[in-house]
């Protein structure tokens, strides 16, 4: 029986709420890279969209253990 990952904030690889650093980890991308594509993302839709998904993330993905 396989463990399938899932998606949790990082508690070592945070700036905010660790929400890019987990989804970094689980997918085993350079954290510091996807937030500054987080960023530009972001900024280029009016910066709203990106705030709002982040915060909804924050709230939806539990504290990782890792």
């Known amino acids: 029986m396989t463990q399938t990952q899932r998606f949790t904030r990082s508690i070592h690889d945070r700036v905010l709420a660790g929400v890019v650093g987990g989804i970094a980890h689980r997918f085993g991308w350079n954290p510091t890279l996807l937030r500054a ?19 909804i993330l924050w709230l939806l993905m539990p504290e990782g253990n890792d």
């Open 37 to 55: 594509i987080y960023v530009i993302l972001s900024v280029a839709s009016a910066a709203f969209p990106g705030i709002l998904v982040y915060l």
